[in-house]
């Protein structure tokens, strides 16, 4: 029996959910799209996802959960390298009950429209298999100083601080 496996696919520009650091699976490969050495072909993410495949299938092993982290600019135009990452990904896995797909995301509401399009586009690969798929989307920060937290405050005006009677 293939050991199974959890794959995730980082974009560049994505980010690293919470949730994800509670994952279940025991095995994990991440791919980044920022490790990339160069900017040769072997450097783009889908071939090296490709590449880490087929040596997961030499060495026996199902992906049973992937993952694909959508980067910054989820309705950027990579609509196609998108879907070919995603069918890749999804060939690869373990076709029985248990198995799952998740794509994720902060994006705008029109940028969930094109990745919710992402994974109708991949319903010809899924039909007979057991693979569950799950889109999650959380909402993108207005601005840096919202991400990290940190309230913007503006200075009490000069005559309250200083107002002597």
Same mark, same amino acid.
């Not at 902060?106 to 586009?121: M, R, W």
């Given at each position: ?31 980044? /799209?920022? #490790? ?8 783009? *993410? &889908?071939?090296? +996802?490709?590449?880490?495949? $087929? ?17 910054? /600019?989820? #309705? ?8 070919? *990452? &995603?069918?890749? +990904?999804?060939?690869?896995? $373990? ?29 010809? *690969? ?7 798929? $799950? ?31």
């Amino acid at each position: 029996m293939p050991q199974s496996i959890e794959l995730v696919v980082r974009e560049s520009g994505s980010v690293w959910p919470e949730w994800l650091n509670h994952s279940p699976e025991g095995d994990r490969v991440v791919i980044s /799209g920022e #490790d990339a050495a160069d900017d040769g072909p072997e450097s783009d *993410l &889908s071939f090296r +996802v490709r590449r880490v495949l $087929a040596r997961l299938t030499r060495e026996g092993k199902r992906v049973r959960r992937a993952v694909v982290l959508i980067g910054t /600019g989820a #309705d950027n135009p990579y609509f196609d390298s998108r879907r070919m *990452l &995603s069918r890749d +990904v999804v060939s690869h896995m $373990a076709p029985d009950s248990g198995s799952e797909l998740l794509i994720a995301a902060c994006a705008t509401p029109e940028a969930q429209d094109k990745l919710l399009s992402l994974v109708g586009s991949l319903s010809d *690969l899924l039909a007979g298999t057991h693979i569950d798929v $799950a889109v999650r989307f959380s909402a993108p920060a207005a601005d840096p100083l919202e991400k990290s937290g940190v309230k913007s405050t503006r200075p009490a005006p000069f005559e309250r601080l200083h107002r002597v009677k």
